[in-house]
Structures are given as structure tokens and as C-alpha cells.
């Protein structure tokens, strides 16, 4: 705990479920919470809808210091084109640094924050009071989303999501800047045969040992 702030670091694998988690912790603790991924996709989102190119460090790093609450809340953050556009740019060390300051802050923001994505606990705040590594089957998450994006009324294939999900895992864990990879001291979360209620009793279980002790 710092200045009397909590910082609960979430990270995990593509749709590991670990925003609804996170989401649910934050309201369990009176936390706040930020999607880190949100970031990312809104960064790719403009790109897109821009033209930018997606290797432009110097464009994508200023779109990255000048993101908006609508486009934070747009709902086509969760397309998947978004979510392979937001993963090579969160390859760029310029974009990555730009988003890390923002980051940061919010952490240090009283209460204190839950925070979820793929560098929290290893690079964005590796002094959290716990980590989480929420994972699951690829064949389970790519189930999830498929039906998270069903019922938000898009036209989505089992197969293409379970490719999507398959590609952005290996290139976050492959890149050189703040891979996907879990921090030594996070407790690993395997939701593969756990339902959200499970998964939540496991990590307020984990969280109240850690900020006990
Ligand atoms: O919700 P989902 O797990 O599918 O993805 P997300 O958390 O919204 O993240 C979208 C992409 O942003 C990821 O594939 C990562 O490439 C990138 N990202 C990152 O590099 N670092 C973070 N802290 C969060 C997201």
C-alpha cells in the first residue's frame, strides 16, 4: 500500500475474462478500475478511422496523449479488427511510454485502483499490493467472446475469433516491449472450469490474504 492507496494488478491472455473480474473486484473493494486494453484499442481505433499508418510512432504517440472519454466509451473498442489493430501497436515503445504516465496516475489515484491488461503487474505497477494471472483454455475464451459479441449483435465466426485470439496472444507475449508474461510473484487464476462467481470468491480470497498480511 502507498499513500494509502490499494493497486490490485490484473493481467492475462486475450479474453481471459479478466475485465469482467476486475470489474467486479474494483466494485468489491470500493476501488476504481481501468481497462488498460481500452487504451490501446482507442489508440487503434482513431488509426483506423484516420488512416494512420500502424507503425507511425510519432502519430500514434500523439493520439495516445490526447485520448477523449467518448472515444474511451465507444463501443466499437470491442470489434475484433480493433483488438489486432491495438495489439502491433502496442508494440511500440513511444505509444507504450505516452500511455504509461496515464497509467500511472490513475493507480495513484485514491482509493487506489484495480487495474487490468498485459504489463500491469511487471512494468505499469510492479509494486502492487497483489497480482492476478487470469487465464483460461484457448478453446473456453475464444467460447466467451464469441458469445460476448454475439450478443452485442455482431456477425462474428467461432473459428475467425478463436484465429484473432490465437495471433494477438502470440505476438503480445512474443514482443520485446512489456510482453505478455506473468510477474514471478502473481498468483496464477485458471478460469477455464471457474464461472465469474468462482472466479471473484478466488481473487477477494487472494486479495484480502495479501493486503492483510
Ligand atoms: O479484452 P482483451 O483481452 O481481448 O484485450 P484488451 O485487454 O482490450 O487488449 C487489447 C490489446 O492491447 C492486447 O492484445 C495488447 O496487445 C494490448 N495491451 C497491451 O499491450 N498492454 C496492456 N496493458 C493492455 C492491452
Redesign the pocket.
Known amino acids: 500500500m502507498t499513500n494509502n492507496t490499494i493497486t490490485i494488478a490484473v493481467?492475462?491472455?486475450?479474453?481471459?475474462g479478466?475485465?469482467t473480474l476486475s470489474r467486479r473486484l474494483a466494485r468489491h473493494f470500493g476501488l476504481n478500475y481501468l481497462?488498460?486494453?481500452?487504451?490501446?484499442?482507442a489508440v487503434a481505433l482513431i488509426a483506423l478511422n484516420d488512416n494512420i499508418l500502424l507503425d507511425d510512432e510519432t502519430a500514434l504517440s500523439h493520439v495516445a496523449g490526447s485520448l477523449s472519454d467518448d472515444v474511451l466509451s465507444d463501443p466499437r473498442?470491442r470489434e475484433p479488427g480493433v483488438?489486432e489493430a491495438?495489439?502491433k501497436i502496442?508494440s511500440l515503445i513511444p505509444v507504450?511510454e505516452t500511455l504509461l504516465r496515464y497509467?500511472r496516475d490513475r493507480a495513484e489515484t485514491a482509493p487506489g485502483a484495480v487495474l487490468?491488461?498485459?504489463?500491469?503487474g511487471t512494468v505499469?505497477c510492479p509494486e502492487a499490493d497483489v497480482k492476478l494471472f487470469v487465464t483460461a483454455s484457448s478453446e473456453v475464451r475464444a467460447e466467451r467472446?464469441y458469445k460476448e459479441l454475439l450478443s452485442k449483435g455482431q456477425d462474428v465466426t467461432y473459428d475467425d475469433i478463436f484465429a484473432e485470439?490465437e495471433r494477438?496472444d502470440a505476438?503480445?507475449s512474443s514482443r520485446s516491449a512489456?510482453p505478455?508474461i506473468k510477474a514471478v510473484d502473481a498468483h496464477l487464476l485458471d478460469t477455464t472450469n471457474l464461472d465469474i462467481e468462482r472466479a471473484l470468491d478466488a481473487a477477494v480470497y487472494l486479495v484480502n490474504q495479501a493486503i492483510k498480511a
Open positions: 493481467d492475462g491472455p486475450a479474453a481471459s479478466k475485465g481497462d488498460t486494453g481500452s487504451l490501446y484499442r473498442l483488438g491495438a495489439s502496442a507504450r497509467q487490468d491488461g498485459r504489463d500491469i505499469v467472446r485470439i494477438r505476438r503480445d512489456a505478455l
